[in-house]
């Protein structure tokens, strides 16, 4: 029976391993050169550390609960990325041992996701999505044995191209988070079909309750016991309950002394007193749909993107024809690199970020800075260099920053993509006060070096003619480098 009247859900717990590499905060602009691996200048060599440390402290300790859980018959699934893989097997050899037993085990599930953990589906390049998560699926099958069924999609939009991708890599069914999907309203408790890929919705509130809210809940509501936790589980409406833990927000846990060892010791006993079983992530994909979900339009990540997401996702879009460095461009598609750029993280399993404005454009320039040079790099190497050069992203401290003559206009141009953009809906005040002082073609000239579309929009009278100039230019430019 499918419905909210089905009694007592099937829950299944899905535990996410993933932790990127670190941006290099000191890095500066020329350091690559001379080194055999961009990645020793990119990305912070203290995430060695890092990844020690958390292995010690959590990692370990959390996969032997629930090694436990599984011996004890709990049924749970793991979802781990390539690049987490990839420090653990350079730092932290024995926790990586530890969760391929976990893996492995006979009543666990592994399942695929893009080998990045990136944003490689929001692209209209479905080989590339499709080739990270083909990455991914043979490290699975390489290092734990395991053919995975089902796709973890969580945080991002959910689109006809991504459910086709994910159908032709032999995948039966997609798990979403359900805001970040553009479906804010449905039921997360049953299943969902989209086409013909059945969709599996991940309770937020309930995975935040067990992970990113543990000590909140046990102060502020009451106390978070197992048995409190399973009653919650057994009174939701619906047939199933997807629940997914990162070890990142459990590991924060572990550190506080929270109490959350004692709790998921003893969670496995309390859900049997409640009658409550455990499901793996594919045999849920098996319950009937309640209904099909409709195409939705945007492309999220965790929630409504603002102006700096938008320029670092615009730039990672034409990164990869500028670039010859794939895999420092892959790594850098990762979602944790956008969701830094968030003053306010929407979680979903996942540890809780507020920041300052300060700090979250800390975390764009650090970005950009990085995306910029590695497209820098390339130029010399591509077809024409003066058009690469001009077609390029620019870090924010060369960027053009519109405004009135009053204020700040609150949005800047990256490249001359997001310049071309952003003149389809300047205020004609903004665009008047930079014409009038010539402010457009001295930036095209000092940061481009292209003096013919300096000139052409040093001619323009109105932004409709100088959106036209660019955009002309912009593939006048595309061309030189086919």
Known sequence: MTGMMAGVPEVCFCFSIHQPYRLNTGFAQGSVQGRRDPKEAYFSPQGREAIRRRALECYIPITKILLDWLDGGLLCAFSIS??????????????????????????????ARTYYNSIAGLFLDAEEFSAQITLHLRLMGDLFHAAPRVFDHAGAVLAPSIASTVRGCGLSAISIEADSAGYPDINPNLVYAYGDLPVLVRNCTLSDDLAARFQQICRERYPLSADAFAGVLAAAPGDCIHLNADYAALADHLRRESGIPDFLASLPAALAERGIRSAHPSRIARHPPAGNLPIVQGAGIGGQMNMMQHSAILALKRAADLSYDRE????????????????????????????????????????????????????PRLKSEKAAMALRCLPPDRAFHFSSAARPAGYSANSLDEFEEILGFLPEDVFLFHTSRNDFSRWIHDQFHDRALADAVSACTTREEMQHAVHARIRELWNLLK
């Open 328 to 379: 420092t461009l892959r790594i850098l598609q990762a979602t944790d690199y956008l969701r830094s750029m968030a003053m306010k993280s929407r979680s979903c399993g996942r540890p809780h970020h507020h920041l300052r404005q300060e700090e979250a454009y800390a975390s764009f320039k650090l970005f950009m800075r990085i995306l910029s040079d590695a497209e820098e790099r390339s130029a």
């Open 82 to 111: 390539g690049v987490m893989v990839e420090q653990l097997e350079r730092w932290a050899p024995d926790a990586l041992d530890l969760i391929g037993e976990t893996a492995a085990h006979r009543n666990a599930e592994v399942l």
